[in-house]
């Protein structure tokens, strides 16, 4: 009896040494979502929803009490009716919190206008609140942003009319309080008509104060000669028109991604933004940039880099392999440091003679970026990674723009990019690999590319320490012969406030074979 208590125990401390994470709660088994979009959503009451939008069949809504006991599912049919699985004639625009219940924004083109559904559904039974149209625009192009204040119940809506230019007004913004209610709005049109058209790239709601925009505004030589450049909006409370800033540096820009962040320890903004000076030639460069709310101007600006993780993928892997990813995504620590992470990002197209356009997309290596408060690079990590998806076209920041938005359930390739853990003590990356991608990397090879993932396990990189290049464990223990354990990381959500991750886990009871909620407390 000794002998199989000690060897039981024996058998659970290589588990926890193999596993970095610590099993809060488990859901029941259900039926895996193979269509559609899905969330999970954590709120700040303890309590939890999973949201999966079909493309025929409506909404389900599973809630989940504080203590992770499931409620009555609830089906809602939406007043915009469906998704369609061959265009993008509609996209969720935005899922977030709001005192207590969850706010679902959905934009849908019908007849050639552009309409903006809001629906709120109740944070403790999932049942629908509000179901209605609150904007519309006439083009025929979404055009609708939407963004939450990360430290209060503020968020904003943003249309706008940038393909359009006889419009008189190009932008407008409205500031909505945490009743739902607008607390101020403003517009703007380019001052002599000089900007023709306008891309939305992001933007911060501080508190009920004030609204931060950044646009890229340019003219092509059929509207008035190619030109281009930045524009920084500072939409204060009680303003009914918007003023621009042109940001200096920035003329002659021929696209642009962006990712805006709050720093509330500096009271300034966070700006990293991935630039193409010129279209023909491919490839960004990426910039970060720190920008001042109050002057309306940036303070600095320069060539972001993960300097060691790049000099650690060259040495690995050769000058010909040297990281080359790009910022996806901002993560400011409590003392006012902050985290840039960047991935590598390869996408192939090739059009049909019938002329639809397939894309591949490789997700490649992960670089993880520390900065001091003062915005000085501290260090960088190295995560090897490779990841294949089929009818892809992912961009810089595509991470970013998931975590406000759902995941697409789509050929499996929900399965594959990664998560970040912006943890209270420690940080970690999470992502689906085989096991042998870890011998080849030790051995100074490239990691092979993961398409299928039945052979995939799910891994936790822990970000600490002198290791560039940081080791792996099993997120939820090393598994049995012939077994794996999978997850849907790519729908997860993190509360940093309690320190449980929730992800959906691939999971078994008996013949049944469908998913689970997981709830899970990083160490």
């Given at each position: 009896?000794q002998?199989?208590?000690?060897?039981?125990?024996?058998?659970?401390?290589?588990?926890?040494?193999r596993?970095?994470?610590?099993?809060?709660?488990?859901?029941?088994?259900?039926?895996?979502?193979e269509?559609?979009?899905?969330?999970?959503?954590?709120?700040?009451?303890?309590?939890?929803?999973?949201?999966?939008?079909?493309?025929?069949?409506?909404?389900?809504?599973?809630?989940?009490?504080?203590?992770?006991k499931?409620?009555?599912?609830?089906?809602i049919?939406?007043?915009?009716?469906?998704?369609?699985?061959?265009?993008?004639?509609?996209?969720?625009?935005?899922?977030?919190?709001?005192?207590?219940?969850?706010?679902?924004?959905?934009g849908?083109?019908?007849?050639?206008?552009?309409?903006?559904y809001?629906?709120?559904?109740?944070?403790?039974?999932?049942?629908?609140?509000?179901?209605?149209?609150?904007?519309?625009?006439?083009?025929?192009?979404?055009?609708?942003?939407?963004?939450?204040?990360?430290y209060s119940?503020?968020?904003?809506?943003?249309?706008?009319?940038?393909?359009?230019?006889?419009?008189?007004?190009?932008?407008?913004?409205?500031?909505?309080?945490?009743?739902?209610?607008?607390i101020?709005?403003?517009?703007?049109?380019?001052p002599?008509?000089?900007?023709?058209?306008?891309?939305y790239?992001?933007?911060?709601?501080?508190?009920?104060?004030?609204?931060?925009?950044?646009?890229?505004?340019?003219?092509?030589k059929?509207?008035?000669?190619?030109?281009s450049?930045?524009?920084?909006?500072?939409?204060?409370?009680?303003?009914?028109?918007?003023?621009?800033?042109?940001?200096?540096n920035?003329?002659?820009?021929?696209?642009?991604?962006g990712?805006?962040?709050?720093?509330?320890?500096?009271?300034?903004?966070?700006?990293?933004?991935?630039?193409?000076?010129d279209?023909?030639?491919?490839?960004y460069?990426?910039?970060i940039?720190?920008?001042?709310?109050?002057?309306?101007?940036?303070?600095?600006?320069?060539?972001?880099?993960?300097?060691?993780?790049?000099?650690?993928?060259?040495?690995?892997?050769?000058?010909?392999?040297?990281?080359?990813?790009?910022?996806?995504?901002?993560?400011?620590?409590?003392?006012?440091?902050?985290?840039?992470?960047?991935?590598?990002?390869?996408?192939?197209?090739?059009?049909?003679?019938?002329?639809?356009?397939?894309?591949?997309?490789?997700?490649?290596?992960i670089?993880?970026?520390?900065?001091?408060v003062?915005?000085?690079?501290?260090?960088?990590?190295?995560?090897?990674?490779?990841?294949?998806?089929?009818?892809q076209?992912?961009?810089?920041?595509?991470?970013?723009?998931?975590?406000?938005?759902?995941?697409?359930?789509?050929?499996?390739?929900?399965?594959?990019?990664?998560s970040?853990i912006?943890?209270?003590s420690?940080?970690?990356?999470?992502?689906?690999?085989?096991?042998?991608?870890?011998?080849?990397?030790?051995?100074?090879?490239?990691?092979?590319?993961?398409?299928?993932?039945?052979?995939?396990?799910?891994?936790?990189?822990?970000?600490?320490?002198?290791?560039?290049?940081?080791?792996?464990?099993?997120?939820?223990g090393?598994?049995?012969?012939?077994?794996?354990?999978?997850?849907?990381?790519?729908?997860?959500?993190?509360?940093r406030?309690?320190?449980?991750?929730?992800?959906?886990?691939l999971?078994?009871?008996?013949?049944?074979?469908?998913?689970?909620?997981?709830?899970?407390?990083?160490?």
């Amino acid at each position: 009896m000794q002998r199989l208590l000690l060897l039981v125990l024996a058998i659970f401390c290589i588990t926890v040494c193999r596993s970095q994470f610590k099993v809060i709660s488990e859901g029941q088994i259900f039926d895996e979502p193979e269509e559609g979009y899905t969330k999970i959503l954590q709120l700040k009451n303890g309590n939890t929803l999973f949201l999966n939008f079909t493309f025929k069949d409506g909404i389900y809504v599973k809630p989940y009490d504080s203590k992770h006991k499931e409620g009555t599912e609830v089906h809602i049919d939406p007043s915009y009716g469906n998704f369609s699985k061959k265009s993008y004639n509609a996209f969720i625009e935005g899922i977030f919190e709001v005192a207590g219940d969850v706010l679902v924004f959905v934009g849908k083109v019908e007849k050639g206008n552009s309409k903006l559904y809001r629906m709120i559904i109740d944070g403790n039974t999932g049942k629908l609140k509000e179901d209605k149209v609150i904007y519309e625009l006439d083009v025929s192009t979404l055009a609708f942003y939407i963004k939450k204040d990360q430290y209060s119940e503020n968020y904003a809506v943003l249309m706008m009319n940038g393909e359009r230019s006889d419009k008189d007004r190009n932008i407008e913004a409205y500031h909505y309080d945490a009743t739902n209610k607008v607390i101020n709005h403003a517009s703007y049109r380019s001052p002599e008509n000089f900007f023709k058209y306008f891309e939305y790239v992001d933007m911060v709601v501080l508190g009920k104060d004030r609204i931060c925009v950044m646009t890229y505004a340019y003219n092509t030589k059929k509207s008035g000669g190619r030109a281009s450049e930045f524009l920084l909006a500072n939409i204060t409370a009680g303003d009914s028109s918007i003023k621009m800033t042109k940001l200096s540096n920035t003329q002659n820009i021929e696209s642009v991604k962006g990712r805006l962040k709050y720093n509330p320890v500096t009271k300034k903004i966070i700006a990293v933004f991935c630039l193409k000076e010129d279209v023909k030639k491919g490839g960004y460069i990426p910039y970060i940039a720190f920008i001042d709310p109050q002057q309306n101007k940036i303070e600095s600006t320069n060539i972001i880099a993960p300097t060691a993780a790049t000099a650690k993928s060259a040495e690995i892997f050769g000058d010909k392999n040297t990281f080359y990813g790009l910022p996806q995504n901002i993560y400011v620590n409590n003392d006012g440091s902050f985290i840039v992470v960047h991935e590598e990002i390869s996408v192939t197209a090739w059009t049909s003679s019938s002329g639809t356009t397939t894309y591949l997309t490789t997700l490649g290596n992960i670089a993880v970026s520390i900065f001091s408060v003062t915005g000085a690079e501290l260090g960088s990590y190295l995560i090897p990674k490779s990841h294949y998806l089929r009818g892809q076209e992912l961009y810089p920041f595509y991470l970013a723009d998931r975590d406000g938005q759902a995941q697409k359930m789509d050929f499996g390739n929900q399965y594959k990019s990664f998560s970040y853990i912006d943890g209270v003590s420690k940080s970690y990356i999470l992502f689906n690999d085989i096991a042998e991608n870890e011998e080849r990397v030790e051995k100074g090879k490239l990691p092979n590319k993961i398409d299928g993932v039945a052979d995939c396990d799910a891994y936790a990189y822990n970000i600490e320490g002198r290791n560039i290049m940081p080791g792996r464990k099993y997120v939820f223990g090393e598994p049995g012969r012939k077994e794996h354990n999978l997850a849907v990381f790519s729908v997860s959500d993190y509360d940093r406030n309690s320190n449980i991750y929730v992800t959906l886990k691939l999971a078994k009871d008996g013949r049944h074979k469908g998913v689970q909620l997981v709830w899970l407390q990083p160490s």
